[in-house]
């Protein structure tokens, strides 16, 4: 499988095995094409002896490998992940070549021939048919649509329609592959769920959390990451590329995908392929798949930076915006402006910011971790919290008890709640039409993920718009950027945004920080 020099043009053979690709002895000028293809710098946060964030440094990833026979009997090979496959061929087009691909991968016909009349009574969403007919198509694809869209229906909907093959379902959350869990046995007998302490298993689809993926050890046909972004690090990369997906479809889910602050999505792509769906929010919105979403801008102007010249990530958060009495007491009036029957979520970064605000607004739940206050750390944290009278002594976050209020709330009995990430992502909330962003954090994947929760339709209540109210911090510069940062991504999704008028700086408005 040489590079040949023809007078028909030159031919390279790259032979695909499963999830790797290979040229054989590859010429230089073929390697002077492919490595800086295959090469990217990831994002590594850099800390210094006392574990203070010191900057943010690019660590180059070589993602590919030359494998040398010691005995000099076979040729030095070229060697990548299957995804890049398309990569790869573009390069070499472009450079000259004309590129042949040898599949060696043992076929399946019978495991993956779709039966449509499975699906004869299913109601589709704008593009979703056409989404699983792309799908079965490729071996390697990535998929992103918006929060709401509905990956978990399409996720059952393939595992229905390929009653013999293999699945393997995973995602990084617990309570995430718990719902999903819940929606394929709705459908389909007999499904698994290995997370956490259950081990039980289904007889052909199973559900793991990608902590747990390494107990899947016999072969599957099709793989498939919900909240695929959420699987970049070195970890969990490791065990989607293990024995058992050798010869798997791999396809990925999100509706962030390519928004890693790291760039690990580069190493996603060798995994799992190219984005080959890429639906634009506003689109979604045209076709009334989700809600339109409008952002109110609140500023926040202090005659005082109560942060100052503070270098530690965490003390400036918790001086600039957890215990910032004058901004969350604009967050608690903005919260209390909406009648009594209105669903609000206020979302927090830190159970801390959370407790500060519900002593604020005692009349909503909050709601976190359960794994909060586990460590020698987080008792003292609550120790403390409790000699500040913002903890009751006995209170205590259970397994039940979230579970218990995100039902609630999911429901539309629950009202008014402020939670951590924990429902960032994974979570039902289709009354939901008012979300207050309280924890000042500005990521594109943060900026999808936690406006998107009011995204879903909801005919019982007539939502047929939410609103997002987001805070402009003025009194310092960081704060102020992370504004600016999150406004770009509301602009790329096509979202409404109306700014606050100029206000006015009067020293009669301020309060101390405590």
Known sequence: MRSENQSSGRIIRVCRSGNLVAIDDPSDEVRRLLEPALFYDRIVTTKDERGCIRGREPLPIECYQYVVDPDGKFPTRLVAA????????????????????????????????????????????????????????VDY?????????????????????????????????????????????????????????????????????????????????????????????????????????????????????????????????????????????????????VVPIEVQWRNVVMDVDPVGNLQNHVAKQRRGIWR?????????????????????????????????????????????????????????????????????ENEEMTYERRENLRKAFESGRLKKAIATSVWNRGVNFRPLAVLIRADAVGSAIADTQIPGRTSRLCDETGKRVSVVIDYKDQFNKGFRDKAYVRRSHYKQHGWRQIDPARAARSSQLQRALF
């Not at 060696?104 to 048919?129: C, D, H, M, S």
């Not at 719902?179 to 039980?200: A, N, T």
């Open 82 to 137: 299957a995804g890049f496959l398309r990569r790869i061929a573009t390069v070499l087009k472009d450079g000259g070549y004309r590129v042949m691909v040898r599949d060696l991968t043992p076929p399946a016909p019978e495991v993956f021939t779709p039966y449509w009349g499975r699906l004869a009574k299913v109601r589709w969403k704008w593009r979703q048919k056409e989404i699983i007919q792309r799908l079965l198509r």
């Open 141 to 289: 694809g990535q998929v992103r649509v918006p929060p709401g869209f509905g990956k978990t229906y399409l996720l059952v909907m393939l595992a229905d329609l390929l009653p013999k093959a293999r699945f393997a379902i995973t995602t990084a959350s617990l309570d995430v592959i718990e719902m999903i869990h819940w929606e394929l046995s709705r459908r389909i007998p007999d499904v698994g769920l290995i997370c956490g302490s259950s081990r039980r298993r289904g007889r052909r689809v199973n559900c793991y959390s990608l902590d747990s993926l390494q107990h899947c050890e016999d072969p599957v046909d099709v793989l498939i990451v919900d909240e695929l972004h959420e699987a970049g690090t070195d970890n969990r990369l490791r065990k989607l590329t293990q024995p058992a997906f050798r010869f798997a479809k791999h396809w990925g889910f999100s509706a962030s995908a390519g928004d890693r602050t790291d760039k690990a999505d580069f190493e996603l792509e060798g995994v799992f392929g190219p984005i080959l769906i890429d639906l634009p929010y506003a689109d979604c919105v045209q076709h009334n798949c």
């Open 324 to 392: 910032n009495s004058y901004r969350n007491e604009l967050i608690a009036s903005d919260a209390r402006s909406f009648p009594d029957d209105d669903q609000v979520l206020i979302t927090v970064s830190s159970i801390e910011h959370g407790l500060f605000l519900r002593r604020l607004l005692p009349e909503f739940k909050l709601c976190y971790s359960e794994n909060a206050f586990s460590s020698e750390e987080g008792i003292e944290k609550q120790e403390r919290y409790v000699n500040w009278g913002l903890m009751r």
